[in-house]
């Protein structure tokens, strides 16, 4: 009796066991499966996509002047107005200043020897640039609408210059005053480069981003977006149109605005066709009235402005739709030679 007692107790023991142990293979598989198919599939993921995609920096509508975009297909709004204060004989918008003098001093103090030699320049004055611009082509002998194209390629079309924003600076190395990708192999221009996110700048027209910005190369052009958003291109490898890119991507009703484009011409449009000057008249010597092409939305007192004689703008060999956002300089041109305009108010500003 006690052997069958025996027996049925280790059959039962043994019953259990099976059980348990079968049980335990099934939740062993199950984890195994949901181990090695599910979870390391989905949160290994998450994880990579989070680590491979840093947080875009997003500025408060305070602070939205720091990643405001002017380009070609962005002109400044007529109404942008900021408060313009002197650095290095240069006009800025204050809110930039500060980190522009903390910068270049402190590229001083490692020895180099970086200057300004232009800032902020009213639409205004890039109105006249690119009048005498167009009367320059007219008198090589193109009829107004083709002038008007091959100024488009030469001088920044009004309204569309960052340097209207007051946050754009160009440098340049004061033993090397020339606005070509030369300027690129000065110590000043190399260490601007590394640095100047640190102060909130970024080398705004990158070699490899021409086909984005639609500006051409300029180791000397540098814009204030604030640091955090200059730490954050600076890092990724970004321009500012992809950083915009990336906004209408992430929130496409907030930021989705960004992708609609304006043609320029609709802030400043083409006058009506005009007569190329007689050859034997140099265009300079043309009638300030010949030089304006505003609309009734600008003031008399801008149209006069507008008229004034300004500095010319040479040629400068462009590609395709790639320009440049300087005018007056060009490559072996004393850099300093844009004087400062001395009749910049908030005012002028449209
Ligand atoms: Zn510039």
Redesign the pocket.
Known sequence: MQLMKNKKLLIALALVLCVTLSGCGKEAKGNEEEHNVILPVVSQGQQTQEEQKPQIPVVSEEESYKTMLVNITHPIAKDYTMELVTVAGYKMDVRAAEDMRLMLDDAKAEGLDPIIC?AYRSVDRQITLFNNQVKKQQGYGLNYDEAFEKAKTVVAYPGT???HTGL???IVARSHQVLDDSQENTAEQKWLMENSWKYGYIL?YPSDKCDLTKIIY?P??YRYVGKEVAQYLYENDLCLEEYWLQLADMDPEKYGYILEEITPEQIVPKQEPQPAPQPEQPPVEETPQDSVILDDSFTQEQQQAAAEQGADSGDQTVENTVTS??TGITDATPAEELPVDETITEDAIV
């Open positions: 232009s210059s960052e340097h754009a600076a160009d705004r300029e000397w052009h956002d300087d």
